[in-house]
């Protein structure tokens, strides 16, 4: 199901860019490097009735709490008269850690999320006659395809217990965005930086939806702080 929807949002997204194909002039294609935060509020919620139980048996301590992380990904760019589309994959991931140990053993809780972000990424330049430097303003609507996984160990001596669970996410988000270009001929440097706002979220296990009470379902809150630096190089004369 989830490349099934993946595959309507790309075949969407790509219509009007094949319709009016021949109008680009400046094709690019460039590789992507993010720095980003997320907020994961109903998966920490989940987190947090195993940290207590856990913590009923040890004091366990958080050394991880979702940091900023990077995220790295690629994306094909048409621009025309100062109008640029585009799609984009990224790959996201972030976590939390707690844990406790002696001379006994150790017991922590790992949590884990990764996701898997295509976007099609519209944007106007503020200064499309700039030869240099240019500035956009834009618009991107991603779809998220994810996992989120707790797992929770036990070290006695030599052995070791290890339990896992994992919930897979699907959420779109849309996110509005200031770009910088700096050109070098057929080379171009760049810098994004924007806020992503989650919609339509659902979180799921292997016996259907996820609850965090009896009528709320558990939502892919990964909403968050967005930035990013990319080389893009013009590929136009390629396709010719």
């Given at each position: 199901?989830?490349?099934?929807?993946?595959?309507?949002?790309?075949?969407?997204?790509?219509?009007?860019?094949?319709?009016?194909?021949?109008?680009?002039?400046?094709?690019?294609?460039?590789?992507?490097?993010?720095?980003?935060?997320?907020?994961?509020?109903?998966?920490?919620?989940?987190?947090?009735?195993?940290?207590?139980?856990?913590?009923?048996?040890?004091?366990?301590k958080q050394l991880q709490n979702?940091?900023?992380?990077?995220?790295?990904?690629?994306?094909?760019?048409?621009?025309?008269?100062?109008?640029?589309?585009?799609?984009?994959?990224?790959?996201?991931?972030?976590?939390?850690?707690?844990?406790?140990?002696?001379?006994?053993?150790?017991?922590?809780?790992?949590?884990?999320?990764?996701?898997?972000?295509?976007?099609?990424?519209?944007?106007?330049?503020?200064?499309?006659?700039?030869?240099?430097?240019?500035?956009?303003?834009?618009?991107?609507?991603?779809?998220?395809?994810?996992?989120?996984?707790?797992?929770d160990f036990l070290v006695l001596?030599?052995?070791?217990?290890?339990?896992?669970?994992?919930?897979?996410?699907?959420?779109?988000?849309?996110?509005?965005?200031?770009?910088?270009?700096?050109?070098?001929?057929?080379?171009?440097?760049?810098?994004?930086?924007?806020?992503?706002?989650?919609?339509?979220?659902?979180?799921?296990?292997?016996?259907?939806?996820?609850?965090?009470?009896?009528?709320?379902?558990?939502?892919?809150?990964?909403?968050?702080?967005?930035?990013?630096?990319?080389?893009?190089?013009?590929?136009?004369?390629?396709?010719?």
């Amino acid at each position: 199901m989830k490349r099934q929807i993946a595959g309507v949002f790309l075949i969407l997204f790509l219509i009007p860019i094949m319709a009016y194909g021949q109008r680009f002039t400046d094709v690019r294609a460039g590789l992507h490097l993010g720095y980003n935060s997320y907020q994961m509020g109903d998966f920490k919620y989940l987190e947090s009735g195993i940290v207590s139980d856990l913590q009923n048996l040890v004091p366990l301590k958080q050394l991880q709490n979702y940091p900023m992380r990077g995220s790295l990904g690629a994306s094909i760019n048409f621009i025309h008269r100062g109008l640029e589309n585009g799609i984009k994959y990224m790959f996201h991931s972030s976590g939390s850690r707690h844990h406790y140990g002696d001379y006994s053993g150790e017991i922590g809780l790992d949590a884990i999320m990764t996701s898997h972000a295509i976007s099609g990424e519209t944007s106007y330049g503020l200064n499309s006659s700039a030869k240099v430097w240019r500035m956009f303003l834009g618009l991107a609507a991603t779809n998220h395809f994810g996992t989120y996984r707790l797992e929770d160990f036990l070290v006695l001596e030599q052995s070791m217990t290890k339990n896992s669970n994992k919930l897979r996410f699907h959420t779109f988000s849309i996110e509005p965005f200031i770009k910088i270009h700096r050109e070098f001929g057929q080379h171009i440097a760049l810098f994004k930086i924007g806020y992503d706002f989650h919609f339509f979220s659902s979180v799921n296990h292997n016996e259907g939806p996820v609850f965090i009470s009896s009528n709320n379902k558990a939502k892919a809150e990964i909403t968050g702080f967005r930035a990013e630096i990319g080389y893009q190089i013009r590929i136009d004369d390629w396709l010719k």
